[in-house]
């Protein structure tokens, strides 16, 4: 599989992860994409032996978008800071079911809602809980819509936290499971591997240059072949002042 490099410099590399690829390896033994941008690094730079590279983040494997790695473990430092201090901007494109849930929001108006819910993993499933306990995680989002028709609705979704399957999880308690996503009631499912979620932006302070990097990711062909944005996403991040949602 030819990779799709979005950034490259000698300190980060940001790849865009197709929908059915693992971003780090597990115990399946599956090729991941960090084995992937290894062999890259390596044959590009004619580099002996083994080469560093640290995920920033994950991906789950049925979402799609850029992946940000750090070359160098200073880097690899400063990027998790920026992750666990929620400092970096992650926006995500979500093709949902149920349109008439999210009708009160007028397409191109640009008007955000939020979503809080208290998070809890139960055999790899992330349920809502009624309430904050010991095993609880709080989880916090914002969507507006893009597009919306008889069957589905794009959602551009701001992550304000980061917890496992969130967008998945929060989005379903609210009726609008993501489409193909049967694990959160979804009632379709095209493709074993792909749902339709995609990351499609990111926005960070680089950690040695000090100067914001913005990488962007085009909606793949199983979402916009069902519903395309009404309202381009460059226009809502170019228009947003971000510090204020």
Not at 13 to 42: C, F, H, N
Not at 80 to 89: H, N, S
Request: net charge positive; hydrophobic share 40%.
């Amino acid at each position: 599989m030819k990779l799709e490099i979005l950034y490259e410099d000698n300190h980060l590399i940001a790849v865009d992860k197709p929908a059915d690829i693992i971003t780090q390896r597990d115990s399946t033994g599956r090729l991941s994409l960090i084995d992937m941008v290894k062999e890259y690094i390596q044959e590009k730079y004619e580099k002996p032996g083994e080469v560093f590279l640290g995920a920033a983040h994950r991906l789950d494997r049925t979402v799609s978008g850029p992946v940000l790695f750090a070359r160098t473990s200073k880097a690899a430092g400063r990027l998790f800071d920026e992750f666990k201090f929620r400092r970096v901007l992650k926006l995500y494109a979500a093709l949902v079911h149920n349109p008439n849930v999210v009708g009160e929001l007028n397409i191109g108006a640009k008007e955000w809602k939020t979503l809080s819910h208290h998070l809890e993993r139960k055999r790899d499933t992330t349920i809502i809980s009624p309430q904050a306990g010991a095993k609880t995680k709080e989880a916090s989002l914002g969507y507006t819509v893009l597009a919306r028709d008889e069957r589905y609705a794009l959602l551009l979704v701001r992550l304000h936290t980061g917890r496992k399957h969130q967008i998945r999880a929060q989005l379903a308690a609210i009726g609008c499971p993501i489409a193909g996503d049967v694990r959160y009631g979804s009632s379709e499912r095209d493709h074993p591997d792909a749902i339709g979620l995609h990351s499609c932006h990111l926005r960070f302070m680089h950690p040695t240059l000090k100067v914001p990097i913005a990488i962007n990711s085009r909606l793949p062909e199983r979402i916009v072949s069902r519903l395309s944005p009404v309202i381009s996403i460059d226009e809502i991040i170019a228009d947003t002042d971000w510090d204020l949602l």
